[in-house]
């Protein structure tokens, strides 16, 4: 495959199956058709590239293929039609999408996650200050002007400049993170605030068992420099409205209480209502039948078939039983590991994605995973399996390594 058709697919799949490249417009139709669309181009490429594919996802290739044509048997045999709900199957299918980009990563080249975070900023000033979106915002859940996937493609730069601030020791670097956290709190989005902060205390934590670098993390110099800023942030409080301050906090303190929240009290009780179904069909879940049942809580948001869960893995057990759920977790958990066990120091690019995947862990508790985020867990495994050098200006330590390959040097591993 030509090295920029390999590319453009690539940047396709991470950043066109999402809101922000269409100016916040969630309803595009470009959007709403690569959407659908990426179930069956996931499907394609990994048919027509199996053999090039490591045989790990090569068994994976097998499990989501043959599943996908018993959808469309099952289908067949109780509907008399093919695809009888194409819903049922895309759902369960998007987590190809990994599959995909593990492919088009070896194809396209060392993706520069400096590159992806110049871009993530790029579509958020454009769409939030250039557009004027974010001048409607008031501070509440209910004005927000950005959708939650979008939001967490900040996690990206936000775990990018934390990681060049754990092996540099700039100040700067500390200020960008913490500059992206700010963004992230400020818009609102109450599930990737706690994703965000988990993966940055994961980072934290392995570099303390030498996986970010060989230096110690300057655990007092950070945490003074840390209080500094928010002294001198916080007088900036005082210029906002009281009304506004306490219904922001009102909406965070959300986070820690969400029976007591308006939108967190339905999600745990839809939650609970979904997990209760389980037990009737645990092992492949309600599939077709679920989708006839339509939205069973009787909210008026939502069409006459088919239902939207919240959260990842209540709709992948209610919907696919523990066999759907145990392929998302198998696909994500294993580019988790593949990335830490990749090197003895991972390079900065690996370490963001392995935040970013930690995130997206995090993320599915409350949300549905976003189609992209599937894309990102392929590069993680392509990175995992075949780890770059970093960029030449960081420090590079010698190491052992009998296993080679062409994105390693034989002798340096760049940290």
């Known amino acids: 495959m030509n090295i920029w058709i390999a590319r453009i697919a690539l940047f396709t799949m991470l950043f066109g199956l999402s809101a922000s490249t269409y ?4 309803g595009s139709a470009l959007l709403n058709a690569l959407t659908n669309l990426s179930p069956l181009i996931a499907m394609a490429i990994f048919v027509r590239y199996y053999f090039e594919l490591p045989g790990f996802y090569k068994v994976m290739a097998w499990v989501l293929v043959l599943s996908v044509i018993l959808l469309v048997l099952e289908s067949k045999y109780e509907y008399d039609q093919f695809v009888y709900s194409y819903f049922v199957i895309k759902r369960f299918a998007y987590c190809g999408v990994a ?7 070896s194809r396209a080249g060392l993706l520069k996650i400096e590159y992806a975070v110049y871009l993530i900023f790029g579509f958020f000033f454009f769409n939030q200050l250039l557009l004027g979106q974010i001048f409607s915002y008031n501070l509440t859940s209910e004005s927000r002007t950005t959708l939650s996937p979008d939001a967490l493609y900040l996690v990206i730069p936000f775990i990018y400049y934390l990681v060049l601030y754990l092996r540099e020791r700039r100040l700067r670097q500390l200020m960008a993170s913490l500059f992206t956290l700010f963004i992230i709190i400020f818009l609102l989005h109450r599930t990737v605030i706690s994703a965000a902060v988990v993966a940055a205390s994961v980072i934290v934590g392995i570099s303390f068992l030498g996986k970010v ?7 007092w110099r950070t945490l003074i420099l840390f209080t500094i800023m928010l002294a001198i942030s916080l007088p900036f409080t005082d210029l906002l409205p009281e009304s506004k301050v306490t219904s922001f906090m009102e909406n965070i303190n959300g986070i820690f209480d969400p029976k007591e929240d308006n939108t967190g009290s339905w999600r745990v ?14 092992i492949f879940g309600w599939r077709y039948e679920g989708y006839d049942r339509g939205e069973i809580m009787e909210n008026e948001d939502f069409p006459d078939k088919g239902t939207i869960i ?3 893995y209540v709709d992948m057990l209610y919907n696919y039983g523990a066999f759907g759920l145990a392929i998302n977790l198998i ?7 593949a990335l830490y066990f990749s090197r003895r120091v991972l390079t900065v690019d690996q370490l963001v994605l392995f935040g970013f995947l930690v995130s997206g862990v995090v993320y599915g508790i409350s949300y549905q995973e976003p189609v ?16 770059p050098l970093d960029s030449p200006e960081h420090e590079e330590v010698a190491i052992e390594d009998e296993d080679i390959d062409e994105y390693d040097s034989p002798k340096t591993i760049a940290i």
Not at 99 to 105: I, M, R, T
Not at 269 to 280: A, G, I, K, M
């Open 23 to 26: 100016a916040g417009n969630h």
């Open 99 to 105: 599959l995909c980009c593990y492919y088009l990563a």
């Open 213 to 219: 670098t060989i230096n110690p993390l300057p655990v």
């Open 269 to 282: 009780e839809q939650s609970t209502y979904y997990l209760s179904q389980v037990p009737e069909k645990p």
């Open 310 to 312: 919240h959260s990842q």
């Open 331 to 337: 696909l994500m958990l294993s580019a988790i590991i």
């Open 372 to 387: 992209y985020f599937w894309g990102f867990v392929g590069v993680s495994m392509f990175y995992g399996l075949h780890p």
